[in-house]
């Protein structure tokens, strides 16, 4: 009795009004971020430019700001905002050079890191992809 009222609880939740409007209050919430996505992706990307050159340039080792670049660098495995020449006007460089979170070792490295290809395949479609948009899209009028 205590899963039938359970199962006659969902199938009220699922069929009535309230479930309808939710779904479409999120469908709604998921296609307007979306939409402001795809219209200020030049003002997310320059503002994401400009904290990252800030974040490179007052870059210490130590302080949060610091983590977030070391992170960013070891995730994506990159080396400054374009390259590693970024760093040569950092006030790190002179005192220690370019951060170790922008060296990548290649001794640890195994087979094991390739398990997920289905991963690494999907990641080089999807850039392939991005790529392939950025070179074909049109400017709004």
């Known amino acids: 009795s205590l899963k039938e009222g359970r199962v006659q609880v969902i199938h009220f939740f699922l069929s009535s009004p309230q479930y309808a409007v939710f779904l479409s209050a999120v469908f709604m919430t998921e296609l307007i971020a979306g939409i402001s996505g795809f219209v200020f992706r030049h003002e997310i990307k320059g503002t994401f430019l400009t904290t990252y050159s800030e974040a490179v340039m007052r ?79 049109y400017e709004m009028v």
């Open 59 to 137: 870059y210490d080792g130590r302080d949060d700001r610091s983590l977030a670049v070391d992170g960013v660098q070891r995730r994506l495995q990159c080396c400054g905002v374009y390259n590693y020449t970024s760093w040569f006007s950092s006030v790190y460089f002179p005192v220690g050079g370019v951060p170790s979170s922008c060296c990548v070792s290649y001794s640890d490295c195994s087979s094991a890191d390739l398990k997920n290809t289905t991963l690494l395949i999907g990641m080089s479609l999807a850039c392939c992809l991005s790529r392939f948009i950025n070179a074909n899209q």
